[in-house]
């Protein structure tokens, strides 16, 4: 199973996605939740169940058009509300939740929490340092763990690159939910964020590693050869694991609901992306560079537009 040899066509597809993501974030962006845009959130139950859209509407009607509703817990009855660049003062709070109760029954405010717009761009500001801290102290384990190996950094930089393409992936594929489906980013996602960082680097790492075993047996001079042996060494291993991840994380979207709704979607893209970046980009990121190929691969995309034009 030669794996690394087809590492222009993987460079190729994570490029693709890559600029789909950008181009999706540029022009679409991300939908801050309250927890980076200020706002008030209040959990509620119903004793009677309740149509989602019945909520939406009766926000809207009472001037919170912006407000998002979702269902949590039991479905039906619970929901959580969120409701954008809006502070809820005590009296406009029992307003609402009086207005509501009148004209769609009777409920129990579980919860009610009001973000000012400091907290939120503090909030904001501290996710941020926390996803480029959690990155950097990665970049430097992996550049100190294989420090006996040739060129250790390079480990580090190819580990981080496909931290990177994980991120991306996150962002732009919430970015084109946000759009559908008007979901919104929130602390949960940056849990999730800070997850799949963790989770996309062990199995980098698993494989690197194996690399570094190879390389001390001498199974080979050539680097590329090495990797290929080690990638499908650990390939079921990755595969298997990440199926497993996948089981819980589905049935967690399936059963728990709204409240943990963007951790576990973030995780579940997280855990595809990770099994292709640590398996079919990260180590041949490293071929390519330790081997000086990215002059060759230009050509040869040159080349192959090249035939393409002179066939059409």
């Known amino acids: ?7 222009l066509w993987y460079f190729i597809l994570a490029g693709v996605l890559a600029v789909v993501c950008i181009v999706s974030l540029a022009t679409i962006g991300l939908k801050s939740g309250v927890e980076f845009s200020s706002g008030s959130i209040l959990n509620i139950s119903f004793e009677k169940p309740v149509d989602e859209s019945s909520v939406a509407q009766e926000m809207s009607n009472l001037g919170y058009k912006g407000a998002v509703i ?19 003062n005590d009296a406009t709070k029992n307003q609402l939740t009086s207005a509501v109760a009148s004209t769609l029954g009777p409920f129990k405010l579980n919860e009610f929490d009001n973000i000012s717009p400091q907290i939120a761009s503090e909030t904001t500001r501290n996710a941020g340092i926390a996803v480029v801290v959690a990155v950097l102290a990665m970049l430097l384990y992996i550049a100190f763990a294989f420090r006996k190996m040739p060129n250790p950094f390079k480990y580090g930089v190819c580990a981080v690159v ?68 080690s990638i499908v060494q650990t390939l079921g291993r990755s595969f298997n694991t990440s199926l497993t991840t996948l089981f819980t994380l589905l049935v967690l979207a399936l059963f728990v609901g709204a409240s943990i709704q963007n951790f576990v979607i973030v995780l579940i893209i997280g855990t595809v992306s990770g099994v292709f970046s640590s398996t079919f980009l990260s180590p041949e990121l490293l071929v390519a560079w330790q081997k000086k190929e990215w002059g060759s691969f230009s050509r040869k995309t040159d080349n192959g537009l090249m035939e393409a034009k002179a066939k059409s």
């Open 162 to 229: 496909g931290l990177a393409f994980d991120l991306l992936i996150g962002l732009g594929v919430f970015s084109i939910l946000g759009s559908i489906r008007g979901w919104q980013i929130d602390l949960m996602f940056v849990t999730g964020i800070l997850a799949i960082l963790g989770y996309s680097i062990n199995n980098t790492v698993i494989v690197f590693d194996r690399i570094r075993e190879n390389t001390a047996r001498g199974i080979s001079p050539d680097i590329e050869t090495v990797a290929n042996v």
């Open 70 to 88: 979702q269902t949590a817990g039991n479905a039906g009855t619970d929901f959580i509300i969120r409701i954008n660049a809006t502070n809820l």
């Open 1 to 7: 199973m030669n794996i690394v040899n087809r590492r």
